[in-house]
């Protein structure tokens, strides 16, 4: 009688177990319900909730645009679309947008530097700057920072961040503008740009590998 017991109190147990594992949140990096197409010389599988930008129904894409929750990286839930539309928080402030280029990776910052000698162009000084990263032209923050120009470098890749902060104290020069940073930077044979908010740009490190991680994992061959 006490085995038969201890069977089914295991037996309970087991089941408890397989309905905690599958009632689990999908991980960011494991999209379930995806679009598989082929940008540049691979093919990945994109979760349609970040999908914004592509050519629907072609397997082979030049752009794909994709949009996801700051600091994160998550998917947007419908609830989030929804707050978004009825105009109840600004979007800019909670989202990195990301793009995928398949025309060739973008031209580093030294060799910009390299091109603006050769024709002839004054080239910014570079100063030290916030959060590890070298400032053109330094002050930060400025009086009135319109846009600053950074430089940061990722795997001896150095590339430009490059945020507009509004007006005066950082406050949006236009109503409903949100101060937004804006990088280039390369991925496999592509090129992969970034929008996120200005106020997160202490977290640019940790945003580029994480986007870069995220991307990657969704590589199907």
Known sequence: MRWLELAAMLGSLLLCSVASATAQPSSPLEPVDCVEM???????????????IYRRGKLRQDVVVMSFMMPDLRLPTPEDN????????????????????????????????????????????????????????????????????????????????TCGFGGVDGRPHSPGLVPTCRSEVPFRDLKMTLYFPAGHLDQWKALHDDAISMITSWTRD
């Open 38 to 52: 082929q940008l540049g010389k691979r093919t990945y599988c994109f979760p349609k909730a970040a999908l914004e």
């Open 82 to 161: 929804r707050r978004f539309f009825l105009g109840e928080t600004s979007r800019g402030k909670e989202t990195t947008t990301i793009g995928l280029t398949a025309h060739g990776p973008p031209i580093s910052w030294d060799q910009a530097v390299r091109n603006l000698t050769k024709g002839g162009s004054p080239v910014p000084s570079e100063v030290p700057g916030p959060f590890g990263l070298v400032e053109l032209l330094g002050g930060y923050p400025r009086a009135n920072p319109y846009a600053n120009d950074f430089v940061a470098e990722r795997d001896g890749f150095r590339f430009t961040i």
